[in-house]
C-alpha cells in the first residue's frame, strides 16, 4: 500500500518538496495549503496527488507530515496535533530555519502514535510561493535533521529516503548547535546586509549617482536582503535571543574599529585587516568531515555577446558537469569573473587544462 505524505505549506519549499516525493514509486502526496489557488495549481500539475481541505481529517490519513508553513504557523500546528486522536502512528517533520521553539513543541508531545524529527533544508530563493518552487531547488544542498526526543534513528532514517529524490545531502545536529550556526552564517549575515542597504538608501538623497556605483561588491554583498521580509521577521524572532547577543559583540567590535580610526592607529588597523584577510583566507574549501564542498575555478571573462557560451561550451564538449556557475562581477566593457564550481578536484584541474589551452585566464581556489 501506498504511504501517504501529507504536505502543509506548498510554497517555495514545501511545493519543492512535493515535486521530488511526488515522483518517489509508492508514495501518495496530499497537499494543503491556505491559499486555494496554490492548492488547484499543485493538483493540476500532479505535484500533489489530493488537496485536502481540513487539518484534521488529513492528518488522520497521513503516514508522515510535513510542516513547510512559516514558523509560527508550523508552531501552532505541532500544538494541534497531540489534540488529535490518531489510529495509526505519524511521523513529523518541517522545515523551519530555526528550530529552537519547533523542538520545543515536538518534544512536549505525550501522544503515543507521533514522533518528531525536524529538518532544514539549507536551501531558498528570494522569491516565495508555489510559482517560485522547482525541483531541483535542493540538489547538493545541506539537508539538516534534528530529532526530538520521541524519535531515534530509524525516523531520520525513513526521511532520508523520502527526500533521497532532491539529490541534497542530510546531517544530523542538535537544535542548539543547528540554531547557533545558522545564526553565524546566515540570520546574522542577512541583518547586516539589510543595515548596509539602508545606509546607502541614507545616502542616496544627497548622492544620486550612489545606485550606479552600487554594482560589483556591493550587490554580491547585500543579495540576500532581498530575500522575503515575511520569512525573515520570523526568523529573526525566532532566534531572537542568540541574535541579540550576537549584535553586542557586533557593536562592541565596531567600537574597536571606530578606535583605531578615531586614534588614527593606522597599524592597528592593517592587523585588523590582515587578521581578518588570514582567517577568510584560511576556511575550508574542500571537504571537512560530511560537509561537501565543491571545487571551484574563476575564469576572467569580456563584456562581450557569447563571452559565457565559449567557456561553457569548452567545458560540455569535454563532457565535464558543473555543479554551479555564478558570474561575480561584470560591468559594462569590463572584465568580469566567473565562478564555475565541479564536483571533484579532477574535473576542476582538467577544466584548468582545457580552458588555458584556449587561450582563458583562468585561478584555481587551493
Ligand atoms: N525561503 C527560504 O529560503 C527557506 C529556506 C529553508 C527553509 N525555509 C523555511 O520554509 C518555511 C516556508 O518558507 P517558504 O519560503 O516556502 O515560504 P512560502 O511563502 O513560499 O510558502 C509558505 C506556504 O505556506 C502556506 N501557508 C501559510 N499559512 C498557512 C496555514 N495556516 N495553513 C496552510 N498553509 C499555509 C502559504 O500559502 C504558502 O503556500 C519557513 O518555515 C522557512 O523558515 C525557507
Redesign the pocket.
Known amino acids: 500500500m501506498a504511504e501517504k505524505v501529507l504536505i502543509?505549506?506548498?510554497?517555495?519549499?514545501?511545493g519543492s518538496l512535493a515535486m521530488n516525493v511526488s515522483k518517489k514509486e509508492g508514495h501518495l502526496v496530499i497537499g494543503?495549503?491556505?491559499?486555494e489557488k496554490?492548492l488547484n495549481m499543485a493538483l493540476k500539475q500532479g505535484v500533489i496527488h489530493q488537496a485536502a481541505k481540513d487539518f484534521e481529517e488529513a492528518v488522520k490519513e497521513a503516514d508522515i507530515c510535513v510542516l513547510?508553513?512559516?514558523?509560527s504557523?508550523?508552531i501552532e500546528y505541532l500544538h494541534a496535533l497531540q489534540k488529535i486522536e490518531l489510529d495509526k502512528p505519524l511521523l513529523v517533520t518541517d522545515?523551519?530555519?530555526v528550530k529552537k521553539r519547533v523542538l520545543e513543541a515536538a518534544d512536549q508531545w505525550k501522544h503515543p502514535m507521533l514522533s518528531f524529527v525536524g529538518g532544514?533544508?539549507?536551501?531558498?530563493?528570494h522569491k516565495?510561493?508555489?510559482p517560485?518552487a522547482k525541483p531541483h531547488l535542493f540538489e547538493n544542498a545541506i539537508y539538516v535533521l534534528t530529532p526530538s526526543v520521541h524519535a531515534n534513528g530509524e525516523e531520520a532514517n525513513r526521511l532520508k529516503e523520502l527526500f533521497s529524490e532532491t539529490g541534497a545531502r542530510f546531517l544530523t545536529f542538535t537544535t542548539r548547535e543547528h540554531d547557533e550556526m545558522t545564526a553565524v552564517i546566515s540570520h546574522f549575515p542577512h541583518l547586516i546586509a539589510s543595515s548596509l542597504v539602508h545606509q546607502a538608501k541614507g545616502w542616496q538623497d544627497t548622492h544620486p549617482s550612489i545606485e550606479h556605483l552600487a554594482a560589483g561588491g556591493f550587490k554580491d554583498i547585500t543579495r540576500i536582503a532581498s530575500?522575503?521580509p515575511r520569512?525573515w521577521q520570523?526568523?529573526f524572532f525566532q532566534n531572537r535571543e542568540l541574535l541579540l547577543s550576537m549584535l553586542d559583540d557586533w557593536i562592541s567590535e565596531m567600537e574597536k574599529v571606530r578606535g583605531f580610526l578615531s586614534e588614527k592607529d593606522s597599524e592597528g588597523t592593517l592587523k585588523y585587516l590582515t587578521d581578518a584577510k588570514h582567517y577568510r583566507d584560511g576556511l575550508p574549501v574542500k571537504e571537512r568531515g560530511a560537509i561537501p564542498a565543491f571545487y571551484d575555478l574563476y575564469v576572467d571573462i569580456h563584456d562581450k555577446p557569447g563571452a559565457i557560451y565559449q567557456v561553457i561550451g569548452q567545458l560540455a564538449a569535454a563532457d565535464i558537469s558543473i555543479k554551479n556557475i555564478e558570474i561575480l562581477e561584470i560591468r559594462e566593457g569590463i572584465t568580469g569573473v566567473l565562478r564555475i564550481s565541479f564536483a571533484s578536484s579532477e574535473d576542476q584541474v582538467q577544466s584548468k587544462a582545457l580552458l588555458e589551452k584556449n587561450s582563458f585566464e583562468v585561478m584555481l581556489q587551493q
Open positions: 502543509i505549506g506548498l510554497g517555495l519549499i514545501g494543503l495549503d491556505q491559499d496554490t513547510a508553513t512559516p514558523i504557523v508550523t522545515v523551519s530555519s532544514h533544508p539549507m536551501a531558498g530563493s516565495q510561493g508555489y517560485a530575500s522575503n520569512l520570523d526568523i
